[in-house]
Protein backbone atom coordinates (compact mmCIF):
# COMPACT_ATOMS: atom_id res chain seq x y z
CA UNK A 1 0.00 0.00 0.00
CA UNK A 2 3.07 2.62 0.56
CA UNK A 3 3.98 1.98 -3.09
CA UNK A 4 0.68 2.50 -4.37
CA UNK A 5 0.78 5.74 -1.91
CA UNK A 6 3.88 6.36 -3.24
CA UNK A 7 3.13 6.54 -6.93
CA UNK A 8 0.38 8.77 -6.04
CA UNK A 9 2.08 11.49 -4.74
CA UNK A 10 4.12 11.58 -7.29
CA UNK A 11 2.34 11.78 -9.77
CA UNK A 12 -0.41 13.99 -8.30
CA UNK A 13 1.63 16.46 -5.70
CA UNK A 14 3.54 18.24 -8.96
CA UNK A 15 0.23 18.49 -10.43
CA UNK A 16 -1.28 20.07 -6.79
CA UNK A 17 1.63 22.11 -6.12
CA UNK A 18 2.21 23.82 -9.39
CA UNK A 19 -1.26 25.53 -8.74
CA UNK A 20 1.18 27.88 -6.71
CA UNK A 21 1.99 29.74 -9.92
CA UNK A 22 -1.50 31.03 -10.69
CA UNK A 23 -2.06 31.86 -6.64
CA UNK A 24 -3.96 28.87 -6.08
CA UNK A 25 -3.81 25.72 -3.99
CA UNK A 26 -2.08 25.26 -0.88
CA UNK A 27 0.80 26.53 0.64
CA UNK A 28 1.19 24.11 3.55
CA UNK A 29 4.52 22.66 2.00
CA UNK A 30 6.02 26.00 0.79
CA UNK A 31 6.72 27.15 4.99
CA UNK A 32 9.11 23.79 5.12
CA UNK A 33 11.00 24.35 1.55
CA UNK A 34 11.48 27.84 1.67
CA UNK A 35 12.83 27.27 5.09
CA UNK A 36 14.66 24.68 4.31
CA UNK A 37 16.04 26.87 1.17
CA UNK A 38 16.66 29.84 3.41
CA UNK A 39 18.47 28.18 5.90
CA UNK A 40 21.14 26.65 3.17
CA UNK A 41 21.41 30.03 2.32
CA UNK A 42 22.27 31.14 5.82
CA UNK A 43 19.15 33.38 6.69
CA UNK A 44 16.64 32.72 8.99
CA UNK A 45 13.90 29.74 7.84
CA UNK A 46 11.19 33.10 8.81
CA UNK A 47 12.22 35.48 6.98
CA UNK A 48 10.52 34.15 3.88
CA UNK A 49 6.92 33.75 3.35
CA UNK A 50 4.94 31.91 1.08
CA UNK A 51 3.72 32.94 -1.92
CA UNK A 52 0.05 33.80 0.22
CA UNK A 53 2.66 35.88 2.02
CA UNK A 54 1.66 33.62 5.14
CA UNK A 55 4.94 32.89 7.96
CA UNK A 56 5.85 29.38 8.49
CA UNK A 57 3.93 27.45 11.11
CA UNK A 58 7.07 24.78 11.15
CA UNK A 59 9.56 25.32 14.11
CA UNK A 60 12.94 24.66 12.96
CA UNK A 61 14.26 21.37 14.20
CA UNK A 62 11.52 19.98 12.20
CA UNK A 63 12.70 22.29 8.74
CA UNK A 64 16.38 21.27 9.66
CA UNK A 65 15.12 17.44 10.08
CA UNK A 66 13.25 17.55 6.54
CA UNK A 67 16.08 19.61 4.85
CA UNK A 68 17.73 16.57 3.19
CA UNK A 69 14.48 16.06 1.06
CA UNK A 70 13.27 19.85 0.67
CA UNK A 71 16.49 21.27 -0.95
CA UNK A 72 16.67 18.62 -3.45
CA UNK A 73 13.04 18.94 -4.83
CA UNK A 74 11.82 15.30 -3.24
CA UNK A 75 9.72 17.39 -0.02
CA UNK A 76 6.96 14.72 -2.04
CA UNK A 77 8.60 11.32 -0.65
CA UNK A 78 7.90 13.27 3.43
CA UNK A 79 4.59 11.28 3.89
CA UNK A 80 5.61 7.90 2.60
CA UNK A 81 8.85 7.52 4.25
CA UNK A 82 7.59 8.70 7.58
CA UNK A 83 4.54 6.17 6.78
CA UNK A 84 7.45 3.46 6.29
CA UNK A 85 9.42 4.23 9.53
CA UNK A 86 5.82 4.29 11.49
CA UNK A 87 5.30 0.07 10.05
CA UNK A 88 8.99 -0.67 10.48
CA UNK A 89 9.09 0.34 14.46
CA UNK A 90 5.63 -1.24 14.22
CA UNK A 91 7.62 -4.50 13.03
CA UNK A 92 10.50 -4.42 14.92
CA UNK A 93 8.19 -3.72 18.17
CA UNK A 94 6.67 -7.03 17.89
CA UNK A 95 3.16 -6.14 16.82
CA UNK A 96 1.40 -8.38 14.69
CA UNK A 97 1.44 -6.90 11.01
CA UNK A 98 -2.35 -7.05 11.52
CA UNK A 99 -2.59 -4.07 13.28
CA UNK A 100 -0.43 -2.70 11.02
CA UNK A 101 -2.61 -3.12 8.10
CA UNK A 102 -5.38 -1.98 9.88
CA UNK A 103 -3.69 1.20 10.30
CA UNK A 104 -3.17 1.71 6.82
CA UNK A 105 -6.55 1.12 5.62
CA UNK A 106 -8.08 3.14 8.09
CA UNK A 107 -5.96 5.92 7.16
CA UNK A 108 -6.75 5.32 3.47
CA UNK A 109 -10.18 5.29 3.94
CA UNK A 110 -10.68 8.67 5.29
CA UNK A 111 -11.03 11.47 2.40
CA UNK A 112 -9.09 14.10 4.44
CA UNK A 113 -5.80 11.70 4.34
CA UNK A 114 -6.03 11.67 0.47
CA UNK A 115 -6.12 15.49 0.74
CA UNK A 116 -3.67 16.31 3.17
CA UNK A 117 -1.33 13.63 1.22
CA UNK A 118 -1.17 15.47 -2.22
CA UNK A 119 -1.08 18.99 -1.01
CA UNK A 120 2.19 18.51 0.62
CA UNK A 121 0.49 18.53 4.39
CA UNK A 122 3.54 17.76 7.10
CA UNK A 123 0.45 16.38 9.10
CA UNK A 124 0.69 12.62 8.00
CA UNK A 125 4.47 12.93 8.51
CA UNK A 126 4.79 14.24 12.32
CA UNK A 127 2.09 12.38 13.57
CA UNK A 128 3.47 8.90 11.64
CA UNK A 129 6.96 9.76 13.38
CA UNK A 130 5.35 10.45 17.10
CA UNK A 131 3.67 7.31 16.78
CA UNK A 132 7.21 5.77 15.24
CA UNK A 133 9.27 7.07 17.93
CA UNK A 134 6.51 6.21 21.26
CA UNK A 135 6.98 2.29 19.17
CA UNK A 136 11.09 3.11 19.60
CA UNK A 137 11.40 4.66 22.61
CA UNK A 138 9.33 1.07 24.19
CA UNK A 139 11.14 -1.42 22.10
CA UNK A 140 15.07 0.32 23.13
CA UNK A 141 14.63 1.04 26.50
CA UNK A 142 17.17 -0.79 28.10
CA UNK A 143 19.78 1.04 25.60
CA UNK A 144 21.05 4.03 26.61
CA UNK A 145 23.28 5.34 23.15
CA UNK A 146 19.68 4.45 21.15
CA UNK A 147 17.85 6.50 23.69
CA UNK A 148 19.80 9.34 23.10
CA UNK A 149 19.27 9.31 19.66
CA UNK A 150 15.94 8.74 19.85
CA UNK A 151 15.77 11.74 22.37
CA UNK A 152 17.40 14.10 19.78
CA UNK A 153 15.08 13.12 17.08
CA UNK A 154 11.97 13.79 19.37
CA UNK A 155 13.23 16.89 20.66
CA UNK A 156 13.68 18.00 16.62
CA UNK A 157 10.13 16.61 15.78
CA UNK A 158 8.95 18.77 19.15
CA UNK A 159 9.18 21.82 16.92
CA UNK A 160 7.33 20.72 14.50
CA UNK A 161 4.41 23.09 16.07
CA UNK A 162 5.11 25.41 19.00
CA UNK A 163 2.58 23.70 21.46
CA UNK A 164 4.25 20.22 20.98
CA UNK A 165 6.77 21.41 23.46
CA UNK A 166 5.07 19.15 25.59
CA UNK A 167 6.12 16.20 23.57
CA UNK A 168 9.27 15.63 25.41
CA UNK A 169 7.71 14.83 28.95
CA UNK A 170 4.47 13.09 28.05
CA UNK A 171 7.15 10.58 26.20
CA UNK A 172 9.55 10.43 29.40
CA UNK A 173 6.50 8.68 31.12
CA UNK A 174 6.54 5.96 28.74
CA UNK A 175 9.81 4.99 31.24
CA UNK A 176 8.38 5.26 34.75
CA UNK A 177 7.18 2.12 35.11
CA UNK A 178 10.71 0.87 34.04
CA UNK A 179 13.28 3.27 35.22
CA UNK A 180 12.96 6.78 36.78
CA UNK A 181 16.43 7.68 36.09
CA UNK A 182 15.93 6.89 32.03
CA UNK A 183 12.81 8.90 32.54
CA UNK A 184 14.60 12.14 34.09
CA UNK A 185 17.52 11.42 31.32
CA UNK A 186 15.09 11.61 28.18
CA UNK A 187 12.79 14.39 29.19
CA UNK A 188 16.21 16.65 29.83
CA UNK A 189 17.47 15.34 26.79
CA UNK A 190 14.82 15.87 24.45
CA UNK A 191 13.19 19.05 25.77
CA UNK A 192 16.70 20.47 25.84
CA UNK A 193 16.95 19.94 22.46
CA UNK A 194 13.88 21.28 21.26
CA UNK A 195 14.03 24.68 23.74
CA UNK A 196 17.42 25.10 22.79
CA UNK A 197 16.49 24.65 19.05
CA UNK A 198 13.72 27.30 19.43
CA UNK A 199 15.72 29.74 21.53
CA UNK A 200 18.74 29.96 18.82
CA UNK A 201 16.27 30.53 15.85
CA UNK A 202 13.99 32.87 17.87
CA UNK A 203 17.20 35.41 18.64
CA UNK A 204 18.19 34.69 15.10
CA UNK A 205 14.52 35.84 13.58
CA UNK A 206 12.88 39.24 13.54
CA UNK A 207 9.92 37.21 13.89
CA UNK A 208 9.32 33.81 15.17
CA UNK A 209 6.61 32.92 13.09
CA UNK A 210 5.26 29.45 14.72
CA UNK A 211 4.41 31.76 17.57
CA UNK A 212 1.71 33.12 15.61
CA UNK A 213 0.04 29.52 16.08
CA UNK A 214 -0.92 30.68 19.82
CA UNK A 215 -2.47 34.01 18.54
CA UNK A 216 -4.31 32.24 16.01
CA UNK A 217 -5.46 29.31 18.23
CA UNK A 218 -6.84 32.05 20.39
CA UNK A 219 -8.83 33.64 18.53
CA UNK A 220 -10.48 30.57 16.74
CA UNK A 221 -11.53 29.26 20.49
CA UNK A 222 -13.13 32.82 21.46
CA UNK A 223 -14.95 32.48 18.42
CA UNK A 224 -16.15 29.35 18.95
CA UNK A 225 -16.69 30.10 22.58
CA UNK A 226 -19.06 32.70 21.73
CA UNK A 227 -21.05 30.49 19.13
CA UNK A 228 -21.49 27.70 21.43
CA UNK A 229 -23.14 30.34 24.53
CA UNK A 230 -25.22 32.03 21.14
CA UNK A 231 -26.97 28.50 21.26
Known sequence: MIVVITIIIYYIYPIADSLKYTNGGSDQDDGLIQGAIAIIEGKSPYSVTSYYGNPSSAGPGWIILLLPLSVFNLYWLVTPLSLLILIYSNYISGRSIYYTN????????????????????????????????????????????????????????????????ITPFVYSFLFWPYSKQKTIMFCLTSFTICLTIHIIFYLLSATYSPLHIIAKSTIIMHNHFIIILKY
Open 102 to 165: ILICLLCSSLAFWEVLVVGSDFIAFSALLVALGNLIVRFKDSIFILLLIALVVGMVSTARVFFI
